[in-house]
């Protein structure tokens, strides 16, 4: 009898609302409800894993907003979900969430038919730059069109999750909520450190109870707003006490992940001391931060198309060393780099914007100058210099749609006289010959053209950088 036998591919069960890893089939990756996040993660959140969004502008919700879109996603594939937060806000949060339309399957379906659909007549296509007619169209972000809808929808904001949906999910065990402010009001002379292991025990024990009763089903934890008023008064060392925990028992259940949101409060260095945002990322898997542009207005008028900056502190590198960020995704495009050898400018800088109905992360880029909605009917500037005169100011005509006010001066050094030496003629003659006194007499008479000095002046110095 040989001792041989055949090498057979083993059929592993596909757990709902996941897939391989593209780094590495042992990992299994589930979606956060954005693609364009999912790309910047390397494929999609790995289970038994963390992220951490900071957004520390308080006029905004943007770290919400990527929290419910993540909810929203556990719902749709029909992976359970656990909301840590009071149990009538977090119900009433969960209410608030996106979700998709049921009469179209998505908008990605409905983008591909329009991008294949080919001009109907020949007179329809460019005929301005041809040879640019075969080449793809200008992208910023990644869309959900490679992705399958089990693994991650297309949501639309301005729809709501329906009411039967969230009841049904409540009847069969799919939604859990885990009610802080109890477990605050149980023990308010023992201190937050006391509370935060009631609250991780509690969060243990409902994957404990799961693990009899859905073993293939992955869970979402989902802590929204973490630092806010349900929290009470908490220390930099109760928050990072928790991410410890936290991830310990993550690494213990590996069909468990986590996405929480800071509140703007705890999101800034101000508030955990130098250094807050770094050891942040050494407790949690992944950490990004939207720095929103609505408390620098400069920014704002820089840039119009983005609404914030993505910075990434840490991402999820479960098993390795190496993050499949760098390697799989394209808006960081350090992908490219690799490929060309270490010859590319680098890591993209990475922006976001929320339109009407979906949030995007793309690449940061500038807009067409002068904007696309503005026609230029303001003449050029003319600056007319006068010779005879030693200090010239000439303003140059602004639009008043313009920015900055700008004014050019040019003043005119004045010549220094050289006084020509004393040739005789004799000595001229003898030495050098009569043509040289001639070329002299000629140099002297003719005049140097004076010098320019141009000023420039601004009531915005920051927008002109030379």
């Not at 409905?110 to 169209?137: H, T």
Request: charged share 20%.
């Amino acid at each position: 009898m040989s001792s041989f036998k055949r090498k057979s591919t083993s059929k592993t069960e596909i757990l709902p609302g996941t897939r391989p890893s593209p780094g590495s089939i042992t990992n299994i990756i589930t979606s956060t409800g954005v693609p364009s996040l999912d790309d910047i993660l390397g494929g999609g959140l790995p289970l038994s894993c963390s992220l951490v969004v900071a957004a520390p502008d308080p006029h905004s919700s943007y770290g919400e907003l990527v929290q419910k879109t993540f909810v929203s996603q556990g719902l749709a594939c029909t992976q359970d979900v656990l909301v840590v937060g009071s149990n009538q806000d977090a119900l009433e949060w969960v209410k608030g969430c996106m979700w998709f339309h049921s009469s179209v399957s998505s908008p990605s379906s409905l983008e591909e038919g329009n991008e294949g659909q080919e001009p109907e007549n020949a007179e329809q296509k460019i005929k301005i730059a041809w040879r640019y007619e075969q080449m793809k169209q200008f992208q910023t972000t990644v869309g959900s069109a490679s992705v399958s809808e089990d693994f991650c929808r297309t949501f639309d904001l301005t729809t709501r999750i329906p009411s039967s949906t969230i009841e049904k999910a409540l009847k069969d065990g799919q939604l859990i909520t885990c009610d802080v402010l109890d477990i605050f009001d149980s023990i308010p002379s023992s201190g937050p450190i006391s509370a935060i292991h009631k609250i991780i025990a509690r969060i243990e024990d409902i994957l404990s109870q799961r693990s009899s009763k859905k073993p293939n089903t992955p869970l979402r934890i989902c802590i929204p707003g973490l630092g806010n008023h349900i929290w009470d008064e908490l220390r930099s060392q109760d928050v990072l006490r928790f991410f410890h925990q936290l991830r310990s028992l993550l690494r213990r259940n590996p069909l468990a992940c986590a996405s929480i949101s800071l509140d703007p409060r705890i999101s800034t260095e101000a508030w955990g001391g130098p250094g807050w945002i770094q050891k942040l990322g050494w407790m949690c898997d992944g950490l990004i931060t939207l720095d929103a542009f609505t408390t620098n207005p400069s920014l704002s008028s820089l840039f119009p198309s983005h609404h914030g900056m993505v910075h990434i502190h840490t991402l999820p590198s479960p098993h390795t060393l190496l993050s499949p960020s760098d390697r799989f995704s394209t808006l960081r495009g350090l992908s490219a780099s690799v490929s060309e050898g270490g010859n590319s400018s680098g890591e993209n800088n990475l922006a976001f914007k929320c339109t009407r109905k979906r949030l995007i992360f793309e690449t940061m880029h500038l807009d067409v100058e002068g904007g696309v909605g503005e026609r230029r009917i303001t003449p050029a500037p003319v600056t007319n210099v006068i010779d005879n005169s030693a200090h010239v100011s000439t303003a140059v005509p602004v639009s008043k749609t313009s920015l900055a006010s700008v004014k050019i001066e040019v003043e005119l050094e004045p010549v220094t006289e050289v006084k020509a030496a004393c040739i005789s003629s004799e000595t001229a003659f003898d030495n050098i010959g009569g043509s040289v006194v001639e070329e002299a007499q000629a140099r002297k008479q003719r005049p140097k053209k004076p010098k320019k000095t141009v000023a420039f002046f601004s009531d915005r110095p920051d927008l002109y950088d030379f």
